[in-house]
C-alpha cells in the first residue's frame, strides 16, 4: 500500500460546480497535511494546510481532515477553468523527526469545463 | 512570501558533464529538499538537509550529491550526467518543527541530457 494515496483521475467537472478532491494516508499518527496545486510545466504551490480534524475554509477551498479513517479531502466551491491543474496531497509522517519531511501522493489532475 | 529561486529554468548538457543545479532561499530555513518529478512517477525525492552541512539521503540519491555549506543555499551535484536524469528539477524548503512544515518551491530547473 502507498504510504499517501490519490486517484490519478482526470476529475472533470462543469465550471460552477463543486470538485472534490480525495487522499488516503497509510501512517495512522501524521500530524500535518497539505494540498499543493500544480500547473502544467510549472512547480507545486502550496494552496491549504490543516492539522487537526475538522473543516478549514480558505476562500474557494475548504480541506477537511478525518484521523480516524486517515482520510484528508480538498473541496473547490465555484469551480472556474483556472482551476483545472494537478492537485497533490501530503503528509508530514512519523519518524521525520525535524526535518520536515513530506510524502506526497502522485496527483489528481482536474478540469474545469466551461 | 517565501522566496526559492533556482539557477536556471532550463539546462541541456551532454553525457558524462558534471551538473550543479543551486538553489537559494530568502526565509532562513532549517530545512531543504531536491525533487525530481518526471511523468507517471510524481515526485521523488533525491536528498535533502536539515541544517548546515548536514544531509540525508532520500528514496532515489543514486548519481546524485548535495552541498549545504551556508544556510541559504543547497546545491545538487549530478556527478556524471546520464540520459536517465533528463528531469524536471524542484528544490523545496520548510521551516523547522513548530512553524508548520509547509514546504515551498522553487521554479523548477528542466534539465535535458544528451
Known amino acids: 500500500q502507498k504510504e499517501v494515496e490519490q486517484n490519478s483521475g482526470p476529475l472533470s467537472v462543469p465550471e460552477g460546480a463543486i470538485a472534490s478532491l480525495n487522499c488516503t494516508y497509510s501512517?495512522?499518527?501524521?500530524?500535518?497535511f497539505f494540498w499543493y496545486r500544480q500547473y502544467s510545466g510549472k512547480s507545486p504551490e502550496l494552496i491549504m494546510s490543516?492539522?487537526?480534524?475538522g473543516d478549514k475554509e480558505d476562500g474557494r477551498f475548504t480541506a477537511q481532515l478525518n484521523k480516524a479513517s486517515q482520510y484528508v479531502s480538498l473541496l473547490i466551491r465555484d469551480s472556474q477553468p483556472s482551476d483545472s491543474a494537478t492537485y497533490l496531497c501530503?503528509?508530514?509522517?512519523?519518524?521525520?523527526?525535524?526535518?520536515?519531511?513530506?510524502?506526497f501522493g502522485q496527483g489528481t489532475t482536474l478540469q474545469v469545463k466551461p | 512570501d517565501v522566496k526559492v529561486t533556482q539557477s536556471s529554468r532550463y539546462l541541456v548538457k551532454r553525457t558524462g558533464e558534471k551538473v550543479f543545479l543551486e538553489c537559494v532561499q530568502d526565509?532562513?530555513?532549517?530545512?531543504m529538499f531536491w525533487y525530481r518529478q518526471d511523468p507517471g512517477l510524481g515526485l521523488r525525492l533525491i536528498y535533502f538537509?536539515?541544517?548546515?552541512?548536514?544531509?540525508e539521503k532520500g528514496d532515489i540519491p543514486e548519481g546524485y550529491s548535495v552541498s549545504r555549506e551556508k544556510k541559504e543555499r543547497f546545491s545538487l551535484i549530478l556527478e556524471s550526467a546520464s540520459t536517465n536524469q533528463t528531469s524536471m528539477y524542484l528544490c523545496?524548503?520548510?521551516?523547522?518543527?513548530?512553524?508548520?512544515?509547509?514546504?515551498?518551491f522553487g521554479p523548477g530547473t528542466r534539465l535535458t541530457v544528451l
Open positions: 501530503a503528509v508530514n509522517p512519523l519518524g521525520s523527526g525535524n526535518t520536515g519531511k513530506l510524502i
Open positions: 501512517d495512522r499518527v501524521s500530524q500535518s
Open positions: 526565509m532562513d530555513h532549517e530545512n
Open positions: 490543516i492539522y487537526s480534524n
Open positions: 523545496a524548503s520548510s521551516p523547522p518543527k513548530g512553524r508548520g512544515y509547509e514546504q515551498f
Open positions: 538537509s536539515y541544517d548546515v552541512k548536514m544531509k
